[in-house]
């Protein structure tokens, strides 16, 4: 009887030693939680039960500080900058990406061709397009405005220059529209000497003689609608 009592007590032991793990690591001072490693912008320690385990995020992408935990805590840089002093692991090329993840200007875009970029998702490169009258931007990874992407030759890329820029009695820039030849429902927008390709809404259209966008019936149109052409 006193040996089925001493057993006993040793199996409990033994399934409370199961469930709780070994000593809480002192770094977790939550049971479960992510922690920032100091220096690097693409690993952390996980605490699990306490106990701390060093990530490695997937190469190309940056550990987020502020993902709870369980949801996954890697994101893109661009959505999670890693500013100042600060090491990210050597990079894992493949033949067609710089990184195993990530966005980057296409070595496919020819010379004016601005919105062409490539996305590599686990070392595999697939050729993306921004949309119409946006530029890819390299140093922020993003689709971005014509005149905030110094690398872009935004004359040749959109096939229109803005007259020159004005300005009203206050100093402030005038907003001229124009036609956007070939679509009746996309315009050039130019503020500053710097043009924006714009939509009008569902069911509007531009009127080049107004230079807004107004009801579709009112507008005397005959370009094809840009919407069987870029999806508006």
Request: with cysteine; proline share 7%; net charge neutral.
């Amino acid at each position: 009887m006193k040996f089925f009592v001493c057993y006993a007590v040793l199996l409990i032991c033994a399934t409370s030693s199961a469930q709780y793990g070994n000593e809480k690591s002192p770094i977790c001072k939550s049971r479960n939680t992510y922690i920032n490693l100091e220096g690097k912008c693409d690993s952390y320690i996980e605490c699990r039960d306490y106990q701390a385990i060093e990530m490695d995020c997937p190469d190309g992408l940056n550990f987020n500080s502020n993902a709870q935990w369980p949801i996954y805590p890697c994101s893109y840089p661009q959505d999670v900058p890693c500013a100042g002093p600060r090491s990210r692991q050597p990079a894992k090329p493949t033949a067609n990406c710089p990184r195993q993840n990530g966005y980057f200007k296409s070595p496919l875009a020819n010379e004016n061709d601005c919105g062409h970029y490539r996305l590599c998702s686990a070392g595999e490169a697939f050729e993306m397009y921004c949309p119409t009258g946006l530029a890819f931007n390299p140093d922020t990874g993003r689709c971005d405005w014509l005149e905030l992407v110094p690398s872009c030759n935004a004359e040749k890329y959109v096939s229109f220059k803005c007259p020159p820029p004005a300005v009203d009695k206050s100093g402030n820039a005038i907003i001229t529209n124009h036609r956007y030849e070939g679509s009746c429902n996309l315009f050039y927008s130019c503020m500053n000497g710097h043009a924006r390709i714009l939509s009008c809404d569902k069911g509007f259209a531009f009127d080049s003689v107004k230079r807004r966008c107004d009801i579709e019936e009112r507008v005397n149109c005959d370009a094809v609608s840009a919407r069987a052409q870029y999806g508006f």
